[in-house]
């Protein structure tokens, strides 16, 4: 664990403890469905012809942070 700590620190803000361990689930459900992406895609700009670019520069963005 502490190891964890130490590698993400910058992105934590603080640390839950206890006796067992806590899942957090979910999504972000209005974009888990076309007309709720789409509405994403509109409201930031961003083509449908210039997502596949878009897509790669976050994957990007993800990767540098070390969360994949």
Same mark, same amino acid.
Do not use: P
């Given at each position: 664990?502490?190891?964890?700590?130490?590698?993400?620190?910058?992105?934590?803000?603080?640390?839950?403890s206890?006796?067992?361990?806590?899942?957090?689930?979910?999504?972000?459900?209005?974009? +888990?469905?076309?007309?709720? *992406?789409?509405?994403?895609l509109?409201?930031? $700009?961003? !083509?449908?012809?210039d997502?596949? +670019?878009?897509?790669?520069? *976050?994957?990007?963005?993800?990767?540098?942070? $070390?969360c !994949?």
């Amino acid at each position: 664990m502490k190891n964890f700590l130490q590698v993400y620190n910058k992105f934590i803000y603080g640390v839950i403890s206890g006796w067992d361990r806590i899942r957090f689930r979910g999504t972000i459900r209005w974009l +888990a469905h076309t007309s709720g *992406i789409n509405t994403y895609l509109n409201v930031n $700009g961003i !083509l449908l012809k210039d997502f596949e +670019a878009y897509a790669q520069s *976050i994957t990007k963005k993800v990767c540098r942070l $070390g969360c !994949l």
